[in-house]
């Protein structure tokens, strides 16, 4: 008798553990579903981020070297500018 009672509860766990798989199996199907596109989603942000990225770096690259142009144009102007008040100066004084 024990062994039958003992089939019977395997049989009864075996047969109520089924759906519960099953249900589980579909919840982890969708997770893993909404997983996949939220790692697509983060893929594509990731590309259009680097895209950015590389423009902006860029538009930096041509900044500092106009930056460094105008500086040296100012630097430029400067130099001039003292050789020719140096020279005015000195004619006003004589």
């Given at each position: 008798m024990?062994r039958?009672?003992?089939?019977a509860?395997l049989a009864v766990?075996?047969v109520l553990s089924v759906?519960?798989?099953?249900?589980?199996?579909t919840?982890?199907?969708?997770?893993?579903?909404?997983?996949?596109?939220?790692?697509?989603e983060l893929q594509?942000e990731?590309?259009q981020?680097?895209?950015?990225?590389?423009?902006?770096?860029?538009?930096?690259?041509?900044?500092?070297?106009?930056?460094?142009?105008?500086?040296a144009?100012?630097?430029a102007?400067?130099?001039?500018?003292s050789g020719?008040?140096?020279?005015?100066r000195?004619?006003?004084r004589?």
């Amino acid at each position: 008798m024990t062994r039958k009672n003992t089939w019977a509860r395997l049989a009864v766990a075996v047969v109520l553990s089924v759906p519960l798989t099953a249900c589980n199996d579909t919840k982890t199907q969708q997770e893993n579903e909404q997983l996949k596109a939220h790692v697509a989603e983060l893929q594509k942000e990731n590309g259009q981020l680097g895209n950015d990225l590389e423009t902006m770096t860029a538009a930096r690259d041509a900044l500092t070297k106009e930056n460094e142009a105008l500086k040296a144009e100012i630097k430029a102007r400067k130099t001039k500018r003292s050789g020719a008040k140096a020279a005015s100066r000195k004619h006003r004084r004589s």
